[in-house]
């Protein structure tokens, strides 16, 4: 089944690298899509609140909060915290993580 879905997926890739669509058109198309499919906005969701929990726990519940209240500065925190995860990498230490290699080191 999972490599039907990949070939599927490649072949889709594929066609949208040949097309005469601008980025912006097969983004929209893109968006639609995920728009349209329930499961598929859970599961986006679901991963990207792991990551960014993973990533920077504190600062992405600060984030989390200010989306919930609605707040103005939410986009802004939101888009920041997400340029950071892309351009450092990889997700800062847990608390745990940090205070074990302090007793190991």
């Known amino acids: 089944m999972t490599e039907v879905i990949v070939n ?11 097309s005469t669509l601008t980025k912006e058109q097969v983004f929209r198309l893109w968006r639609c899509a995920i728009k349209d499919d329930d499961t598929l906005v ?38 920041s915290l997400l340029r950071d995860m892309r351009v450092k990498g990889e997700p800062a230490p847990s608390l745990g993580a940090v205070a074990l290699m302090q007793r190991v080191g």
Do not use: K, M, P, W
Not at 10 to 17: A, E, N, Q
Not at 68 to 77: E, I, P, S
């Open 8 to 18: 599927d997926l490649s072949t889709i890739l594929h066609s949208v690298r040949r």
């Open 42 to 79: 859970e599961d986006i969701i679901r991963q990207l609140y792991e990551n960014i929990i993973a990533f920077d726990c504190q600062r992405a519940e600060s984030v989390i909060e200010l989306i919930v209240r609605r707040n103005a500065a939410a986009g802004y925190a939101f888009r």
